[in-house]
């Protein structure tokens, strides 16, 4: 879900080139029609707008097109600085990746009960680590992701059910998401794709991308808050 650009594309194209049978989804009809044409044998494909209210049940045409679902892969989400904090930005952001986080993710969940498990892999972020004053919603609703996830593996456990969970967290990235501040050691999106291929075929847990990051996080973890509230991380250059 999300495999029309970004992160997305990139590791939608790295399954696929592994051989996999793949359902890609997103807004971008040509972008869905580039996987298609490539891997016709392998690839189906849906328009998929994850904050509209059809949005689980287009996922649900997808896998009977697939012939089933093994692992459901959610890369979909929005964000942007907004220092302003004009009110539509954050709201859209809370849409997408909190609403509609909830509702595919919630969906898939549900496929996997009724399948007798599966696996529910999400690319969060390490912004939701602390919140990051020149972009709100997008470090809130990341939070907001991390502990979903940890919440549905503490149900699937308590259910006895056999459902695998990976909490994907990366660093920066360089996509045209973090194109608006200044951002230490951006990644490219390949690198990141290869490291959630890694993660998700060997049903990792929780993983942070990449080790730079692993220390950065740390780093910020032990920041007193009084501190924190003063560094001007992700800043306008």
Avoid at 3 to 11: D, P
Avoid at 88 to 102: D, P, W, Y
Avoid at 108 to 137: Q, R
Avoid at 195 to 216: F, M, Q
Wanted: net charge positive.
């Amino acid at each position: 879900m999300g495999a029309t650009s970004g992160i997305g594309f990139c590791t939608a194209e790295r399954f696929l080139s592994e051989g996999y049978t793949v359902g890609v989804a997103g807004r971008r009809s040509d972008k869905l029609q580039y996987f298609t044409e490539k891997y016709p044998e392998r690839c189906y494909s849906a328009e998929i707008d994850i904050t509209e209210d059809d949005a689980a049940e287009r996922l649900h045409t997808l896998i009977e097109a697939t012939g089933g679902m093994d692992v459901y892969l959610h890369v979909s989400g929005i964000g942007a600085q907004n220092q302003a904090l004009a009110p539509e930005i954050e709201i859209n952001t809370a849409k997408t990746n909190s609403v509609g986080f909830t509702r595919m993710i919630t969906a898939a969940y549900n496929y996997f009960v009724s399948a007798g498990g599966g696996h529910i892999a999400a690319v969060s972020s390490i912004a939701g680590t602390k919140g990051l004053g020149a972009a709100p919603a997008y470090s809130a609703t990341k939070r907001y992701q991390n502990i979903y996830i940890d919440s549905l593996a503490q149900l699937s456990a308590i259910r006895k059910l056999p459902i695998k969970f990976t909490d994907i967290r990366p660093g920066f990235v360089d996509t045209p998401l973090l194109k608006q501040g200044a951002y230490p050691m951006l990644m490219k999106a390949e690198h990141v794709a290869t490291r959630i291929y890694k993660a998700v075929t060997s049903r990792k847990r929780r993983i942070t991308i990449d080790w730079r990051y692993k220390i950065l996080v740390l780093i910020w973890k032990s920041i007193p808050e009084y501190i924190w509230e003063r560094l001007p991380v992700g800043r306008k250059k």
